[in-house]
């Protein structure tokens, strides 16, 4: 099975910055894309960014020109370094993985990590 562990959540001021850090282990394959998602208290799930293994990125509207996401293929590691933060970034924020996988390891196509805490003091 596939692995991930996030760091670097915490405590920041608004206006403050964090970087998190996501990394896999176990059976990797193929890894189409990896990405950060965030879900707030009483919102839904969102995507915050995401990146391909060719190095394409897609961001949340919300947060371009702010976040940036990016990998180390060598490690299997992804990073979003988050600046300008704001009381609305406040989330649980979770790494996931998108890899193409054989039919006996469908279960791993879609990873997801246990999910790092980022506050943001009003």
């Known amino acids: 099975q596939v692995q991930l562990v996030e760091s670097g959540g915490g405590l920041v001021q608004p206006g403050g910055s964090l970087r998190l850090s996501c990394a896999a282990s176990g059976s990797i394959f193929s890894i189409n894309a990896m990405g950060w998602y965030r879900r707030a208290p009483g919102k839904e799930r969102e995507l915050v960014a995401a990146i391909t293994s060719s190095g394409s990125t897609n961001y949340a509207d919300s947060v371009k020109g702010r976040f940036t996401i990016a990998r180390d293929n060598a490690k299997n590691t992804v990073y979003l370094q988050m600046n300008s933060l704001k009381a609305d970034d406040a989330a649980v924020y979770y790494c996931?993985?998108?890899?193409?996988?054989?039919?006996?390891?469908?279960?791993?196509?879609?990873?997801w990590g246990q999910g790092t805490l980022v506050t943001v003091s009003s």
């Open positions: 996931h993985i998108n890899q193409q996988v054989p039919w006996w390891r469908e279960r791993d196509r879609e990873v």
